[in-house]
């Protein structure tokens, strides 16, 4: 729902490294990449919700996720806006925008200016920061 209050959850680093993989820790908490065209989800084309990792928020829906040719899952809108924020990221000698989910604060990936219609915006998101639910 637009607007809800998200409740935060939070987590030792211990705790962290205990529940995710090497690579979803990397990624979600130390603010990593995986590499292009390698996550298990950038070819995935069925219709369902697509979920944190790290804490289960939902946070993209499949009919959002379009082929942007960039190697990564990408998704022109959120489930709810309130399931992600965003935070300027200068990293790499770069200008960009990071994601992150609302809930436990799991990096994403970034959001950019250059998606389809209708909000001609760009959620570019590791596979690894991801789960995908199949509809039933």
Known sequence: MAGTKVEKIEKTDEEWRAQLTPEQYQITR???TEPAFSGALYRNHEDGMYHCVACGAELFKSDAKFESGSGWPSFFLPADQSAIETHEDSSHGM???EV???RCGAH???VFPDGPKPTGLRYCINSAALEFEKAK
């Open 30 to 32: 130390q603010k990593g």
């Open 95 to 97: 200008r960009r925008v």
């Open 100 to 102: 992150t989910c609302a």
């Open 108 to 110: 994403l990936g970034h």
